[in-house]
């Protein structure tokens, strides 16, 4: 029987990488292989790059044709290496990312050893990992070690250093129903939660040599989930890969035109940089254009404004004007003079009168959303009329830390609901 390794590369919109990783199956100096890219919906840019290399006829392409908008209902690479497993007939199955790439020797190091250790079904080896700025500057680099043979894989083997048996898959699918589990709850760390699979059956075997490289790239899908929290308060503003700026608005996402961002006066500082399936998860809500400002059904929430005539500000959330009622209130809520709007008298009436705004807050009165409250040594974030926890890392996250938090009397703190708090968690990978 042929020893054919499957390779199985997933791919989304990494024009400037994924060339190197098919290169480097191309370059093996083991030459029994099949090559499956499964190209998850990407851009031109990705997709000419990778029809370059597909004259090969060990090179099979599938492009899952997916809608941004239903990105975020599966782990997409978990999907499309299930489906490569179905179509593909290799004696052993390994993986690669688009932002990864092997040693030439790669696939004959693994092959010998499996072949020679019949007891082995799975094989892992160091890796070489790269972790990039925003320049795609090499920032650090390091070797992630092996740490013998080992049953606890998850988290410290990479999804781009293993290869297995297909006939351990096959145990894996009869025992679990799938090869990786695709549930969206393992997008961080899918690889973690099949290896947990494998190791329900088999050890992993090290190999002492450094096999592949892995780069991390600001882009990448878990250095943009890392700290963001499943809940995203209203008036959060986030972009995906692409540079479209979006308003969370109740759970939808609002698109703020470019000359409408600057109308606003919004600032790119607090931009937070979300993964494209958190992106797409929200339903595209009405967009923010220059037209918005004139016309209070199209306005954006959580902005003061005033008008020409008038030296009263008003802080808009919905559709409700919330009069500021006195100066005291700037100072609490930290109001300055070159974030307020100006809009017309005729819009303003638009807008129905909701509950004024006083310096202190009470029981009889609703917190006003989008601000950053301290109480003790805690940080909050109002949303919904209630007061949300903010873990540090998950404030820095959200670009909250940076903004100088309003602090709660015990008593104003007491008088406010209290929400779910916006914490960041990892799934538990049990298998
Ligand atoms: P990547 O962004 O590199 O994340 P990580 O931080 O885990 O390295 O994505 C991992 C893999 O998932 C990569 O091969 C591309 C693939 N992928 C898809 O197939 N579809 C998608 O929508 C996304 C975001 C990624
Ligand atoms: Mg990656």
């Known amino acids: 029987m042929s020893e054919k390794v499957t390779v199985i590369l997933t791919s989304y919109n990494k024009p400037q990488s994924v060339g190197k990783s098919i290169e480097s199956v191309l370059d093996q100096s083991f030459e029994d292989w099949e090559l499956f890219i499964m190209d998850d919906g990407s851009n031109a840019d990705t997709q000419n790059v990778i029809a370059s290399y597909l004259e090969d006829s060990r090179i099979h392409y599938h492009n899952s044709g997916i809608s941004d908008s239903d990105r975020f209902k599966t782990t997409r690479y978990a999907t499309l290496i299930n489906e ?78 293993v290869m297995h048996t297909r006939s351990l898959a096959e145990k894996v699918k009869k025992e679990y129903g799938s090869y990786w589990d695709d549930h969206p ?77 600057e109308a606003l006066k919004y600032r790119m500082e607090d931009v937070v940089e979300v993964p494209d399936p958190t992106l797409y998860k929200y339903l595209e809500g009405i967009p923010v254009t220059r037209q918005s400002l004139g016309e209070a059904a199209l306005f954006p929430t959580n902005r003061f404004v005033t008008t020409k005539k008038r030296s009263t500000i008003y802080y808009i ?26 809009v017309s008298e005729r819009v303003l009436n638009e807008f129905q009168t909701g509950e004024p705004i006083f310096p202190i807050i009470s029981a009889k009165n609703l917190v006003p959303n989008g601000f950053v409250f301290k109480y003790e040594t805690n940080l909050y974030i109002s ?41 960041w968690k990892l799934s538990m990978l049990m298998p």
């Not at 072949?115 to 079904?121: D, F, G, N, S």
């Not at 050890?203 to 809940?231: C, E, I, M």
């Not at 004007?321 to 700037?330: D, I, L, P, S």
């Not at 008593?411 to 708090?421: N, R, Y």
């Open 185 to 261: 709850q393992y997008w961080h760390n899918g690889d973690a939660a099949f290896w947990a699979r494998l190791a329900a059956f088999v050890d992993f075997y090290p190999l002492p040599q450094t096999l592949d490289a892995t780069v991390k790239t600001p882009g990448s899908f878990q250095r943009l989930n890392q700290y963001l929290p499943h809940h995203l308060p209203t008036g959060t503003l986030i972009k995906g890969l692409r540079d479209d700026i979006y308003m969370v608005d109740h759970e939808k996402r609002r698109q703020i035109e470019r000359e409408a961002f």
């Open 383 to 423: 949303d919904n009329h209630q007061l949300l926890l903010i873990p540090p890392r998950v404030a820095q996250k959200l670009k909250l830390s940076k903004r100088v938090p309003i602090e709660l009397a015990r008593s104003e703190f007491a008088s406010i609901p209290k929400g779910q708090p916006l914490e």
């Open 84 to 161: 490569a497993i179905e179509k593909s007939s290799g004696m052993y199955v390994t993986y690669l990312t688009d932002d990864s790439f092997y040693f030439p020797d790669r696939l004959s190091e693994m092959v010998t050893y499996l072949k020679e250790h019949p007891k082995a079904e799975v094989v892992y080896s160091n890796q070489e990992v790269r972790v990039m700025n925003q320049h795609y500057k090499t920032n650090s680099q390091f070797i992630r070690k092996t740490r013998g043979v080992i049953r606890d894989p998850q988290n410290t083997v990479d999804h781009c250093s």
């Open 317 to 342: 959330e919905g559709n409700q004007k919330r009069q500021v009622v006195n100066r005291k209130v700037w100072k609490k809520f930290r109001i300055q003079e070159k974030e307020i709007l100006l």
